[in-house]
């Protein structure tokens, strides 16, 4: 199937938390590619990746990147996708700097900026869909789907103390 989303990242060592948005996005049946695209590292790459994006029937990207956490912002800037950026839970600073390296883009070209860490990837992955079934009735279909299990595992499990 032709992907709708693009999950980059900017080391292989982010995939631990960007599995979390693969994850909700293989439960809601959204086809999606997963690549590790280095601001940093592999700069050629990230330019190439995010200029074709919209040609090869990318929809909108998340991207991952933790540090100094480059890689969400150049790729919003060479697309006009969105992107949703999540920063990942870096050593030094638990994500601090991940988030504002993130979150702080110049006014012009925004990204949609999610926790840190795993919930953020998750979110990252449900407000895709969110943003997909405005025109595509399955992932609506799907997203609803997930809500309402999701309420239902909550008040079914609502006494704390039993296991
Ligand atoms: C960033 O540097 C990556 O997004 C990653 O979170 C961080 C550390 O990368 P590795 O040194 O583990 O490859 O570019």
């Known amino acids: 199937m032709q992907p709708k989303v693009g999950i980059i990242m900017g080391s292989r060592s982010d995939w631990e938390t960007l599995r979390a948005a693969a994850e909700v996005l293989e439960q ?6 997963v690549k590790v695209v280095s601001a940093h590292r592999t700069p050629d790459r990230l330019f190439e990746y995010a200029a074709t994006a919209a040609e090869r029937g990318l929809q909108l990207i998340i991207a991952g990147a933790g540090g100094a956490a480059h890689l969400p912002g150049m790729v919003a800037a060479k697309t006009w996708l969105p992107v949703l950026g999540v920063p990942v839970q870096s050593q030094a600073l638990n994500g601090m700097d991940s988030l504002l390296s993130i979150v702080q883009m110049p006014k ?8 840190i860490g795993k919930a ?31 309420s239902e595992a909550v008040l079914e499990a609502d006494d704390p103390r039993v296991p």
Request: charged fraction near 15%; glycine fraction near 8%; proline fraction near 2%.
């Open 108 to 115: 012009g070209i925004p990204v949609g900026t999610l926790a």
């Open 28 to 33: 809601l049946g959204v086809a999606h590619e």
């Open 120 to 150: 953020g990837a998750a979110n990252a992955a449900l407000l895709a869909a969110s943003m997909l079934a405005l025109q595509d009735a399955a992932v609506r279909d799907a997203l609803q789907a997930f809500r309402r299990q999701q």
